[in-house]
């Protein structure tokens, strides 16, 4: 008398997973990429927010103390010298752009008050993409 398995006991083959396995990476492969570059566009998209954001702070600092200030740390911990503070303006973690680099700070600017550029993710001038640099 031979036993067939009953229903329960009845499971995947080997090629059933492997065939499974194969559909999982091509559709991983069209749509990873696809991700992948929808962050970057978010950070690219964030960078700008968070400098208009810093822009408006430094204004409020030109409004309160009469000038610009002179490094971007001004915006955190009162400077020697200035009376009129009323800070803080900002917070460190302000002070880093959507990737965690520093920000270029230069006063005066080239064509405005003050120039603030951030480099990118590869913290290089230049760029395309997420690599490209965001300023005010």
Do not use: C, H
Request: aromatic letters at 10%; zero cysteines.
């Amino acid at each position: 008398m031979t036993r067939f398995p009953s229903r329960r006991q009845r499971g995947f083959t080997i090629l059933e997973i492997v065939i499974v396995f194969i559909l999982l990476a091509g559709i991983m492969a069209f749509v990873g990429p696809k991700i992948f570059e929808q962050m970057g566009r978010a950070k690219s998209s964030e960078a700008k927010i968070r400098i208009q954001q810093l822009v408006g702070q430094i204004e409020i600092y030109k409004l309160e103390v009469g000038r610009y200030p002179d490094s971007l740390q001004s915006l955190v911990k009162q400077p020697s010298g200035v009376d009129r503070w009323n800070g803080p303006y900002a917070k460190d973690a302000d002070l880093k752009d959507a990737w965690g680099n520093d920000y270029r700070y230069t006063v005066p600017g080239t064509a405005k008050a003050f120039d603030l550029v951030s480099l990118g993710a590869d913290n290089k001038e230049g760029g395309d993409g997420e690599n490209r640099d965001v300023s005010n």
